[in-house]
């Protein structure tokens, strides 16, 4: 499948999934995992929100 000698069989991928709130964001996420899973691809699901409050931020 891979001509060259040190081709990558599974790059790195990045997805980033935004949208407004009510949007079932879980669903497409998890949607996007499962297609990358039947590919044989490792996913990390890694909210920036979630990121974000745990950091200590003063105005």
């Known amino acids: ?4 000698p ?3 069989a599974h790059p790195e991928l990045v997805f980033g999934i935004a ?3 009510g949007i079932d ?6 949607t ?3 297609a990358l899973q039947a590919v044989d691809y490792k996913t ?5 929100t979630d990121e ?3 950091d200590d931020v003063t105005p």
């Open 6 to 8: 040190n081709a990558i």
């Open 52 to 54: 974000i409050k745990d």
């Open 32 to 34: 996007l995992t499962n």
């Open 19 to 21: 949208g407004p709130i």
């Open 25 to 30: 964001i879980d669903a497409i996420s998890q």
């Open 44 to 48: 990390i699901n890694i909210r920036i």
């Open 1 to 4: 499948m891979f001509d060259e």
